[in-house]
């Protein structure tokens, strides 16, 4: 074979190869699905967090799965400041509302779980789902996600229902508790950033239980229902939710 043919031979065999690489080797098989990356900025009380997420990881409800019909993304909201509003209706495990708070004036679908707490704002006891009533006043403690559908969607951590002409408690969680001066005085600090003073006078108690309840349970990370004077920070009472361990004690 002379080298000509030999070269021709060659080059021959590398455009074959070439031609096969550019069919099976540049682009995924047919029935796949090619995923796009995308990057999100995401508003959070810390400031802005940009975050990659994916075209299948977009657009799912509040417990991770997707929603029926289309895709629909979702916010971040504050865990920390509740929805005021009134309710519009109550079925099938949801609860709607008619938000109107911090420059917000529109409805809103609450999914009400078995761990979601429904309590009577006045002395902090459970209400059955099926005694709410339209055009009761509530206060609603959400997930901090909610669909950007309409009308958003969100999971219900905690909703307290108002007794008519008493103000709403405050639902947070425990980040400290220091002695003062003072015999008898305690500062708390919450998660929420605000310090409330404990005095001999302010009441400790169980959440569906006859335990005994004291400072030693409010611990960091304890949730807490607070009510506390009009015009000040001073303590009148504190129902203390037990946390997976039960209390302290």
């Not at 009533?133 to 950007?148: F, H, Q, R």
Request: charged share 25%; aromatic share 4%; net charge negative.
């Amino acid at each position: 074979m002379t080298k000509n043919m030999k070269r021709m031979t060659a080059l021959a065999c590398a455009a074959m190869m070439i031609a096969s690489m550019g069919i099976t080797g540049c682009g995924k098989a047919d029935g796949q699905t090619k995923e796009e990356t995308k990057t999100t900025a995401v508003e959070t009380p810390a400031g802005t967090e940009t975050s990659a997420t994916t075209e299948n990881e977009a657009g799912k409800l509040p417990d991770g799965t997707g929603q029926e019909g289309g895709a629909a993304d979702t916010e971040a909201v504050s865990e920390s400041d509740p929805m005021m509003g009134t309710i519009v209706s109550v079925e099938d495990g949801q609860l709607t509302m008619h938000r109107q708070d911090n420059g917000f004036d529109e409805d809103v679908v609450i999914t009400i779980a078995e761990d979601t707490k429904v309590l009577d704002a006045e002395n902090g006891y459970p209400v059955e789902l099926g005694d709410l009533k339209e055009g009761n006043t509530i206060s609603a403690y959400v997930d901090e996600a909610m669909t950007l559908s309409l009308p958003p969607i969100t999971n219900g951590l905690l909703i307290l229902v108002q007794a008519e002409g008493y103000d709403f408690p405050r639902y947070t969680k425990v980040k400290e508790l220091m002695a003062t001066n003072t015999e008898g005085e305690r500062i708390l600090t919450a998660e929420n950033g605000i310090n409330y003073m404990i005095t001999a006078e302010t009441r400790l108690l169980p959440y569906l239980t006859r335990n005994i309840v004291s400072e030693e349970d409010l611990t960091e990370g304890t949730e807490i229902l607070i009510w506390n004077e009009e015009n000040g920070n001073k303590v009148e009472k504190i129902v203390v939710f037990q946390g997976e361990n039960g209390y302290a004690k």
